[in-house]
């Protein structure tokens, strides 16, 4: 039995440590606080104001995005045109999956057999988006974003991304000088977080997408950054929903599949679902402790009883288990 319970407890000390190991990066992004880093309004000169032009330009003028060929679905059609319309002095790169693979083989071949090996076409259009904008900068606009106003005035940071919620950034927009040390940080992180997890939507977030992407930036930004390779966040207000907002937001999300609708509703219902587990665990080791005490091992009973019928034996040969009158 007290063997028993300490193989239990081993093992259990070591499932937890390993969990505890996984979730870490997870868990920090619980208490991410963007303030010092943050775009705020005051700090966007308003439409069409002068003093956009006292800005300095660090960003390039491009504009880049993903889709699988040339031909762009009619839902998206607006959301592009009105990014190409607002900024007609900006070069544009649409990535399609032939171009994408070709850049790839032809700058980073060292990358190449794990872009290739991606089992979702998602995963090869977030990693693109990086590469990209590490090898050319520029800003990264999803195709279900479209643009509200000029982004000329986010071309005076080295770097951005977006905050989302609940937690952590997202890889939708994004803007970048070439060879920004985050950007680069993250391209250099895609082959150790490359793991099929059985589950198409945590594979993705966690590989390649925007949970893979605030986990690293939650490390980038731990022991603090130069004001070169600082990184800003663009808040949800000049995101989107506000006049002075640059993007609009468009129908999207084409690659979820049935498996991303149960993990939205848990993350819906993750306080009655951590309850349930925690009671379901504890509930299990109280019914196997229980079991544990009231069960016997029969050899080693039968050894009892044979050890002490032997003992008896011995006593009585040698005289001294008999009672003498």
């Known amino acids: 039995m007290r063997r028993g319970m300490i193989i239990f407890v081993v ?14 990066p997870l868990l920090a992004l619980l208490f991410d606080d963007v303030s010092a880093d943050a775009i705020r309004p005051y700090d966007i000169p308003a439409p069409n104001s002068d003093l956009i032009e006292l800005r ?8 880049h995005q993903t889709w699988k060929n040339e031909t762009i679905p009619s839902k998206w059609a607006e959301p592009q045109q009105s990014c190409i319309d607002l900024h007609p002095d900006y070069e544009y790169k649409l990535w399609t999956d032939e171009k994408s693979r070709e850049f790839i083989a032809t700058e980073y071949p060292w990358f190449l057999e794990t872009f290739d090996g991606y089992p979702y076409p998602i995963m090869r259009a977030d990693t693109i988006r990086y590469f990209a904008l590490a090898h050319y900068g520029g ?3 999803d195709l279900d974003d479209g643009c509200n106003r000029r982004l000329d005035p986010l071309l005076s940071y080295t770097a951005w991304v977006r905050k989302t919620t609940p937690t ?22 895609l082959q ?4 099929n997890w059985r589950v198409p939507y945590i594979t993705v977030m966690y590989s390649t997408g925007p949970l893979f992407l605030s986990v690293i930036w939650k490390q980038y930004i731990r022991w603090g950054t130069t004001e070169a390779g600082r990184i800003r966040i663009l808040m949800p207000d000049e995101y989107n929903k506000k006049p002075w907002s640059f993007f609009t937001y468009h129908t999207g999300s084409s690659w979820h599949e049935d498996d991303a609708k149960a993990i939205f509703w848990a993350r819906q219902h993750w ?7 925690l009671s379901s665990i504890t ?3 109280i019914v196997w402790f229980t079991i544990a005490r009231k069960s016997t091992n029969p050899f080693t009973s ?10 008896l034996n011995k006593r009585d040969d040698d005289g001294h288990g008999k009672c003498e009158v």
């Not at 952590?168 to 992180?189: C, K, L, W, Y």
């Open 56 to 63: 300095p330009q660090l960003i390039p003028k491009i504009i």
């Open 139 to 141: 800003v990264y606009i």
């Open 11 to 24: 093992v259990n000390v070591i499932l937890l440590g390993f969990v505890f190991h996984t979730i870490l």
């Open 192 to 195: 150790p977080y490359n793991r």
């Open 302 to 311: 039968w050894m009892n009883r044979n050890k002490g019928y032997v003992a």
């Open 271 to 277: 306080i009655f679902l951590t309850v349930t587990v």
């Open 283 to 285: 509930l299990l080791w």
């Open 168 to 189: 952590g950034i997202s890889n939708d927009a994004m803007g970048s000088v070439p060879q920004h040390p985050f950007f680069r940080r993250t391209i250099e992180n």
